[in-house]
Nanobody, 112 residues
Framework: VQFVESGGGLVQPGGSLRLTCTGSGFRFDEAIMIWLRQAPGKEREWVAT???????FYTDSVMGRFTISRDNAKNTVYLQMNSLQVDDTAVYYC???????WGQGTQVTVSS
């Protein structure tokens, strides 16, 4: 099982980024895929979920700003992040729900 995240970077408040995560070693089309993040000095927190049937779920702080989507043909899950805020600064990870494997994450820094 492997997860490879990309797409992070430095962006000003109010800006946008799209994160990409490709998974391998499991049945991606049957997987509940999640995005999590870990800010400096804080515990890792759940951000969004994409269920195989199409349902999506978000933590309150990103509702209306972030959109999770997936392309099962590419074994890829995305996180479109709009109206970014300084508090969104973190390392972002994707994972299959229930997996104990972590990717390297991708750094998102929101700063003016």
């Amino acid at each position: 099982v492997q997860f490879v995240e990309s797409g992070g970077g430095l962006v000003q408040p109010g800006g946008s980024l799209r994160l990409t995560c490709t998974g391998s070693g499991f049945r991606f089309d049957e997987a509940i895929m999640i995005w999590l993040r870990q800010a400096p000095g804080k515990e890792r927190e759940w951000v969004a979920t994409s269920a195989p049937g199409g349902a999506t779920f978000y933590t309150d702080s990103v509702m209306g700003r972030f959109t999770i989507s997936r392309d099962n043909a590419k074994n890829t899950v995305y996180l479109q992040m709009n109206s970014l805020q300084v508090d969104d600064t973190a390392v972002y990870y994707c994972q299959e729900h229930g997996s104990t494997t972590w990717g390297q994450g991708t750094q998102v820094t929101v700063s003016s």
